[in-house]
């Protein structure tokens, strides 16, 4: 539905009849870690996140699952078994 609360006129999955059923029925700016992504946009002369109505929720554990500006890090590599290794270079 067409939200009419802050983003009045943008298509929000949290609209019902009723009005906003998010959490306090309104949607929260983005944090500072969300500058740079492709999601945010601006209305009214502030910036939101077009994904998450509550961006700072996204980003309290670590990282934004969302977040369109930050590349995967290569996994690190695991432990080597020194005795394993030494038994495979003697093949």
Known sequence: MICDTIRKGVECPFMTAKGCSYNGGICHEIVENCQGCNRTIEHSSRWYCSACPQPSIKWKTGNCNLASHLTAEAE????????????RGNR
């Open 76 to 87: 690190k590599k695991a432990k080597v078994n020194p005795l394993k290794a030494s038994k």
